[in-house]
């Protein structure tokens, strides 16, 4: 009976993932778009299968569309590897990481959170929690078993929503970070790793005013911490302090003018050169980029 029960298991993550997970070349660069959950610190099935559908989900992916939810992989009897999550470099979501029991999470690629839909708890909106990750059980080998370092380096913008960082005791380096440069909202800070645990960022993480910032231990997890003060008639970033040196509300990250071919990344879309909101009639959207639909494709 067990068996059919796993098979049938098998069978349904088969067809979850495939409609899931929608990937496809174009101009040379290969991206993978999926799509994300709002099952908030919840799951279903066994701890081995929750897993399982995590990794199918996300393996390989690029963009997240959606939610990032990462949770409930507390369990001593599975291992766990997170090197699924190392391509993704948009979320048009929220980012939930919680109830975990790794060492590191390596979402070393992601640079945009776009937060869409922000993660409501009470009358507060977040674009980014961690909480609740250092469930493991501490043994000789491992006294301070729990999460230490969220490997984000990549990460320029949190577009909407406050981050809650929250009981993770083993949790290193968030006081490094300067999130001034990341999101505009209010950081909530509290219960994470002390510098006898952690240790020091490296040396060469240290920015003009030799203040040190980083995601990780390493030289390649320095924060990038290059920012310019926007005049408060900027709406979102800016290349200059000016009132008219805002960038193009259709601008992520940054950009270089004020046009919106100046941008360093689209906020939504790219059509043409060009950061669109959506995607104009004839042409469709994958990842973050607008392709003309083939007039000889007949379906």
């Known amino acids: 009976m067990w068996k059919l029960i796993f098979c049938f298991g098998i069978f349904i993550l088969?067809?979850?993932?495939?409609?899931?997970?929608?990937?496809?070349?174009?101009?040379?660069?290969?991206?993978?778009?999926?799509?994300?959950?709002?099952?908030?610190?919840?799951?279903?099935?066994?701890?081995?299968?929750?897993y399982e559908s995590l990794r199918r989900r996300?393996?390989?992916?690029?963009?997240?569309?959606?939610?990032?939810?990462?949770?409930?992989?507390?369990?001593g009897n599975v291992t766990y590897d997170l090197g699924f999550l190392s391509k993704v470099k948009?979320?048009?979501?929220?980012?939930?990481?919680?109830?975990?029991?790794?060492?590191?999470?390596?979402?070393k690629r992601l640079r945009f959170i776009r937060a869409d839909e922000m993660m409501k708890i009470g009358s507060k909106e977040y674009g980014l929690v961690v909480a609740l990750t250092s469930e493991g059980t501490p043994t000789t080998e491992n006294p301070n078993p729990g999460l230490k370092e969220i490997q984000l380096q990549s990460l320029r913008e949190i577009s909407q929503g406050k981050v809650m960082i929250t009981q993770?005791?083993?949790?290193?380096y968030m006081d490094t970070i300067d999130w001034s440069v990341i999101v505009n909202g209010s950081v909530e800070i509290k219960d994470t790793g002390n510098n006898a645990l952690c240790g020091q960022c490296h040396k060469s993480c240290k920015d003009s005013s030799g203040v040190s910032h980083c995601w990780g231990h390493s030289s390649n997890m320095c924060q990038n911490t290059h920012h310019v003060q926007c005049d408060s008639e900027c709406t979102g970033r800016c290349f200059g302090e000016g009132p008219t040196e805002c960038c193009h509300e259709q601008c992520a990250i940054g950009c270089w003018n004020v046009e919106d071919t100046d941008c360093v990344m689209c906020r939504n879309y790219q059509w043409k050169g060009?950061?669109?909101?959506e995607c104009p009639i004839g042409w469709y959207a994958k990842a973050q980029d607008c392709i003309e639909i083939d007039k000889n494709f007949v379906g």
Not at 90 to 107: A, C, S
Not at 168 to 172: A, E, G, K, R, V
Not at 274 to 277: E, G, K
């Open 274 to 277: 060009h950061c669109v909101p």
């Open 168 to 172: 993770n005791p083993t949790l290193c």
């Open 14 to 50: 088969n067809i979850v993932n495939a409609v899931d997970i929608w990937e496809f070349s174009h101009k040379h660069h290969k991206e993978k778009v999926c799509y994300g959950t709002r099952m908030g610190f919840s799951y279903s099935g066994s701890h081995e299968y929750h």
């Open 58 to 75: 996300y393996d390989e992916c690029t963009h997240v569309i959606g939610n990032l939810e990462i949770t409930n992989l507390n369990n």
């Open 90 to 107: 948009v979320v048009t979501g929220y980012v939930l990481l919680g109830l975990l029991n790794v060492e590191t999470i390596p979402l």
